[in-house]
């Protein structure tokens, strides 16, 4: 099951990915993990894109295309994979599409997430983070038991500094502009697999298992 997933910040992929990871074992393919883990191991590959960092510049597509097909090859990535963060253009989908295929390892399906700005708001600007142990809560749909007290290791919560509404719709504006042409290359592809994430989370991880049902096996 090689899945990409989209949508907006705040409709919730993040949440939907880790509970898939959970449920059928597959790993979460970072790009800036996989980036900062190459510089740190010194790599050709993490060479090259050093050089681009340092100078302030983007990683080529190529570069960041290389790493993924290096770390599809590991073990723990045969049964699948969800891949975060790339592509995030059309020719970053079209380059990585033709690696997977080169790989063996092609798209199964990408899920869309799809909620309204109205609701992207709404969940971010009551978006609360454990500074502890990174924990998420939302004072609107997922409130901690303790004002202000992580459930879990008793951590102060605190608003995200770019949580605020203006940022936010900076952030809305960038997505539909740079993202969201992925959905439409993704629909022709036949690829693509919407998701009304309007709702809360064990509905919403419902509606994805439904999305994925031709893909997984007959006992889940």
Do not use: H
Request: hydrophobic residues 40%; contains cysteine; glycine residues 10%.
């Amino acid at each position: 099951m090689n899945l990409i997933m989209l949508g907006p910040p705040g409709c919730g992929k993040g949440t939907q990915a880790q509970r898939l990871i959970d449920k059928y074992g597959i790993p979460q393919i970072s790009t800036g993990d996989l980036l900062r883990a190459e510089v740190k191991n010194g790599t050709e590959l993490g060479k090259e894109a050093d050089k681009y960092m340092k100078a302030g510049g983007l990683v080529p597509d190529q570069v960041v295309v290389g790493m993924i097909k290096n770390r599809l090859a590991q073990t723990d990535a045969q049964k699948g994979f969800i891949l975060d963060g790339f592509p995030r253009t059309v020719p970053q989908a079209q380059a990585l599409e033709r690696a997977l295929t080169e790989a063996g390892t092609p798209l199964d399906a990408v899920l869309n997430f799809k909620v309204s700005d109205e609701m992207v708001i709404k969940r971010l600007t009551n978006r609360l983070v454990c500074s502890s142990c990174a924990r998420p809560y939302n004072l609107a749909f997922k409130p901690p038991r303790v004002e202000g007290v992580c459930d879990v290791c008793g951590g102060k919560l605190a608003l995200r500094s770019d949580d605020d509404e203006g940022t936010i719709l900076r952030r809305l504006e960038v997505y539909r502009r740079e993202t969201e042409p992925l959905v439409l290359y993704f629909w022709e592809r036949g690829l693509l697999r919407d998701i009304d994430a309007e709702a809360p989370e064990q509905v919403v991880f419902d509606r994805t298992i439904e999305a994925l049902s031709d893909l997984l096996d007959v006992d889940g």
